[in-house]
C-alpha cells in the first residue's frame, strides 16, 4: 500500500477527538482508518473558532441561490489572544496525549517523518496552528510553542488578525480581497522561517501570499488548497501563484473540500474523485508534479463521499493514476514531496 502524508486535517478540533485512538464511526480521520488508507504522517491543525461559532466545518450555501451568482461569506470575526492562546493549548494537549499513548509520534525532525514508513511504526502527526492567533503580536510565546513541538503555522485562518487578513470565503472570486501582513506578520515569518517552523499559505490572501514570497522564508506551501483556473474560488490559488511556488521548490496540498473544487462550487459529497484529481493534474501540468502534493481538509469541509474518509485513500490514488500520473509521481504526490518542503523548513 502507498504511504500517504496529508497535508491538513482538523481531527484534533472535532468534539469526538476523544475517539481517535479507539476509532469513531462518524467524521473523516481516526486512527484505525489511517492504518487502512495507508496515511503514516500528516499535519494536525490546532484551530480556534471565532466567538459564536462553535465549529470549524464550514457549510456553504449555492452559488445558484447567491446575489448575482456570487456567494460571499462575511469575514469571521476575530479572536482575542487571550482566548485563542487557552484553547490552542488544550487542543494541542489532545496530541501529545496521543504520543504519550504510544498512539502516534509527533514530530521534530525530519528523521521522526521517515521513521514514520518503517513496517511496524506508527504513523507521524506535525503540529500545525491554523491561525496565529494563539501567540502574541510581540512573538515571546512562539519558542516556547517550537520547544512544545509546533512545526507548521497559517499566519491566519479566512479572517484577520494581528499578523494578516485571512482570504474571505468567496465564490467565484480573485484571492486579491483585503490587505497584505502586518508588520507583526512580517516578523512572524522571519521567526517561523529562523527557528524551523514551516509557513502555510492556505487561507492567506494573495497580497499576504506576496508578502511572504518576497521574504523568501523557504519553500512557499500551500497545505489545502486548489487551482483557481479550474474552479475560481478565492481560497484557490492563481497561476501566479502557483509559478511562485513551482519557483520556490514549494507545494500545493490538493484540498478534497467540495465547496472549492467543484466548478459550481457546490457544498456537495456527491462529488467524484476525478474532480480532486484535475486539479493535482493542473498544478502539475503548470508546475510540475514535484510540487504536487494531498492536503484534504478531513473533519474540516464537506468532502466527496465516496472517499468515504480516510481509509479511501487508496481510491483517490487510483484516481491520480487515471488522471495520467505515473507510479513514481503518486509516491512522490503521496509522500516524498511533503518531506521535501519539510526539511527545507526545519533545516
Ligand atoms: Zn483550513
Known amino acids: 500500500m502507498t504511504s500517504v502524508f496529508d497535508g491538513h486535517n482538523d481531527a484534533l478540533t472535532s468534539k469526538t477527538h476523544a475517539r481517535l485512538a479507539a476509532g469513531r464511526e462518524d467524521g473523516d480521520l481516526d486512527l484505525p482508518r489511517m492504518r487502512a488508507g495507508g496515511m503514516r504522517g500528516g499535519i494536525f491543525a490546532v484551530f480556534t473558532s471565532s466567538p459564536g461559532e462553535d465549529t470549524h466545518t464550514m457549510v456553504f450555501g449555492s452559488v445558484n441561490d447567491a446575489p448575482g451568482g456570487v456567494l460571499s461569506e462575511p469575514l469571521a470575526g476575530p479572536v482575542s489572544f487571550e482566548a485563542a492562546a487557552s484553547h490552542a493549548l488544550t487542543v494541542a494537549g489532545r496530541l501529545f496525549a496521543l504520543e504519550r499513548a504510544g498512539e502516534l509520534t509527533v514530530a521534530r525532525g525530519i528523521a521522526d517523518v521517515d521513521a514514520a514508513l518503517a513496517e511496524d511504526a506508527g504513523p507521524v502527526a506535525v503540529l500545525h496552528l491554523e491561525g496565529a492567533e494563539a501567540i502574541d503580536p510581540g512573538l515571546e510565546s512562539l519558542p516556547a510553542w517550537y520547544a512544545m513541538g509546533l512545526r507548521s503555522l497559517g499566519p491566519v485562518w479566512s479572517r484577520a488578525n494581528d499578523f494578516a487578513t485571512g482570504v474571505q470565503f468567496v465564490m467565484p472570486s480573485s484571492p486579491d480581497i483585503g490587505p497584505g501582513l502586518t508588520d507583526a506578520g512580517v516578523a512572524l515569518v522571519k521567526a517561523c522561517a529562523e527557528l524551523g517552523i514551516l509557513v502555510d499559505l492556505s487561507h492567506l490572501n494573495e497580497k499576504g501570499f506576496w508578502d511572504v514570497a518576497k521574504l523568501e522564508p523557504g519553500p512557499l506551501v500551500a497545505s489545502h488548497s486548489g487551482a483557481h483556473a479550474v474552479a475560481a474560488a ?44 484535475a486539479h493535482a493534474r493542473y ?19 464537506t468532502l466527496p463521499a465516496s472517499l468515504e474518509g480516510v481509509a479511501g485513500l487508496p481510491k483517490l490514488l487510483d484516481a491520480l493514476a487515471e488522471a495520467g500520473f505515473t507510479a513514481p509521481e503518486i509516491e512522490a504526490i503521496a509522500w516524498s514531496n511533503w518531506r521535501r518542503v519539510l526539511d527545507a523548513w526545519w533545516h
Request: net charge negative; proline share 3%; no cysteine.
Open 234 to 277: 478565492s481560497r484557490n490559488l492563481t497561476d501566479a501563484q502557483l509559478d511562485a511556488i513551482g519557483a520556490s521548490g514549494g507545494l500545493v496540498g490538493i484540498v478534497y473540500a467540495t465547496a472549492f473544487i467543484r466548478q459550481d462550487f457546490a457544498d456537495d459529497p456527491d462529488t467524484p474523485l476525478a474532480t480532486i484529481a
Open 283 to 301: 498544478v502539475a501540468d503548470r508546475i510540475g508534479a514535484r510540487h504536487v502534493g494531498l492536503g484534504s481538509d478531513f473533519d474540516g469541509a
